[in-house]
């Protein structure tokens, strides 16, 4: 789901969150912190922004109605 801790230091050549998030912000990645301030980066939007998925919207939000319990 996520990138590893290895996989976005390989990905940003930084151990330092500062630095990675500076490298994922101007390189067009998204990201977000988890509660305990880590970088949390989607394996699918990485694969799509290097072109490894097609047809795939970044943007699109989960079926969220799909979880709700059926009476």
């Known amino acids: ?3 590893t801790s ?5 990905l940003t ?3 330092r969150r ?4 500076m ?3 101007k390189n067009g990645f998204v990201f977000f912190y988890s509660r305990l301030g880590n970088i949390k ?3 699918t939007h990485v694969e799509s922004q290097f072109g490894l998925r097609e047809n795939v ?4 939000e989960p079926n969220w109605a799909a ?5």
């Open 41 to 43: 980066v989607l394996r």
């Open 13 to 15: 050549d930084s151990h």
């Open 23 to 25: 490298w994922l912000h």
């Open 1 to 3: 789901m996520f990138l």
């Open 67 to 71: 979880l709700k319990k059926t009476e």
């Open 18 to 21: 500062q630095d990675q998030a």
């Open 6 to 10: 290895d996989e976005l230091v390989e």
């Open 57 to 60: 919207p970044t943007d699109s």
